[in-house]
């Protein structure tokens, strides 16, 4: 029986999570806190295996919360949030930062054509995130940009003549690994990069503002048809499938989602490989499934530089995990060495 604290300030929110959770035979709701100072005050005593947790609260708001329960009591965190404003937003990902380890939007309510399929997603992932082994977090000790030198992260010369793009796909825990990478990249960097990151509907502008606080390169949501430019960091927008074609433009389809997702990894490496084959980078890191798994081993065959993220720093080694058993990644790595071999790539292993 997997324990849940619900974290919740409105009753009826709260009570409609419990319902939600109670329902399934494998979850156990032990308890409920109406805001984050009740939630650090107990999470001691009954030791849940998961809480969910939401951002916006009277007294202590979620990111604090969470930063104080990942100093004195490691849990594994979901953040459950109702509103996609963009402070809220920012909040949530910030809390990311701190610890926790996913993000979902409250589920529809009942009779909502929705309400099935965002039942299904938080179950799903309230399960999941309860097996993760978490670590505890250091009081006030934020992360700092790791720069390392290439001979330092293993990078063999697996170096083509020319890095014409850079391609990088995510799901569960990526946010804050994206964050670690793209935080590292010099403001000289020489390619452009990029990302699709599977998140809930509402939430990739917020995410694209809140990297680009700590990004010393441009960071913007894909636009139909603009030519992509170096330094330039490009992520996939909501329900919209991304590639780029000949001639460095990006673009947007409605095409059908894969694996079921879209934007899918899968879609946006395809062309990658299609359009830049050898000389390209990509790479999977943290997330659930194998979407882009089949097409990394694609592009790593037509002479591409290829990587996943290990199992250690992976809070769901499923996609990377996936990629490493096709044999389709040429190096296997931390976030902090990912982003010291993107750029030694990208200046030709320099």
């Known amino acids: 029986m997997i324990k849940v604290l619900i974290v919740e300030d409105s009753p009826v929110v709260r009570e409609f999570l419990v319902h939600i959770l109670e329902a399934d035979p494998e979850l156990q709701v032990v308890g409920t806190a109406n805001n984050g100072e009740e939630a650090t005050e107990i999470v001691g005593r009954l030791q849940p295996d998961v809480i969910t947790m939401d951002i916006h609260m009277p007294r202590m708001d979620g990111l604090e919360a969470t930063r104080r329960i990942m100093e004195a009591h490691p849990t594994p965190i979901v953040i459950v949030s109702g509103s996609t404003s963009s402070h809220e937003v920012k909040t949530t990902f910030d809390a990311m930062e701190a610890g926790a380890l996913a993000f979902l939007p409250r589920p529809a309510g009942i009779g909502h054509p929705d309400y099935a399929a965002t039942v299904k997603e938080l179950v799903k992932t309230v399960k999941l995130m309860s097996e993760v082994k978490v670590v505890r977090r250091w009081p006030r000790l934020r992360r700092e940009t790791v720069v390392m030198r290439a001979a330092e992260t293993g990078l063999r010369r697996v170096v083509p003549a020319k890095v014409e793009i850079i391609a990088i796909g995510a799901s569960t825990g990526g946010p804050p690994v994206l964050h670690t990478i793209v935080s590292a990249l010099p403001e000289d960097f020489p390619a452009p990069v990029l990302i699709v990151q599977h998140m809930a509907?509402?939430?990739?502008?917020?995410?694209?503002?809140?990297?680009?606080?700590?990004?010393?390169?441009?960071?913007?949501?894909?636009?139909?048809?603009?030519?992509?430019?170096?330094?330039?960091?490009?992520?996939?927008?909501?329900?919209?499938?991304?590639?780029?074609?000949?001639?460095?433009?990006?673009?947007?389809?409605?095409?059908?989602?894969?694996?079921?997702?879209?934007?899918?990894?899968?879609?946006?490496?395809?062309?990658?490989?299609?359009?830049?084959?050898?000389?390209?980078?990509?790479?999977?890191?943290?997330?659930?499934?194998?979407?882009?798994?089949?097409?990394?081993?694609?592009?790593?065959?037509?002479?591409?530089?290829?990587?996943?993220?290990?199992?250690?720093?992976?809070?769901?080694?499923?996609?990377?995990?996936?990629?490493?058993?096709?044999?389709?990644?040429?190096?296997?790595?931390?976030?902090?060495?990912?982003?010291?071999?993107?750029?030694?790539?990208?200046?030709?292993?320099?």
């Open 201 to 350: 509907a509402g939430f990739i502008r917020g995410f694209a503002d809140w990297l680009a606080q700590s990004s010393r390169l441009p960071i913007h949501l894909a636009r139909h048809g603009e030519t992509i430019l170096p330094g330039h960091i490009y992520l996939a927008p909501d329900e919209c499938q991304m590639k780029v074609a000949r001639g460095g433009k990006i673009a947007l389809t409605r095409d059908a989602p894969e694996n079921g997702l879209r934007p899918s990894v899968s879609y946006l490496f395809r062309s990658v490989a299609e359009t830049y084959g050898g000389t390209a980078v990509a790479g999977l890191l943290t997330g659930m499934g194998r979407d882009g798994a089949d097409e990394l081993k694609l592009l790593k065959d037509q002479g591409a530089v290829t990587f996943a993220q290990d199992k250690g720093s992976s809070i769901v080694h499923g996609m990377p995990g996936e990629a490493i058993k096709l044999g389709a990644a040429a190096l296997v790595l931390s976030p902090e060495k990912i982003a010291a071999v993107l750029t030694s790539l990208a200046n030709n292993g320099k």
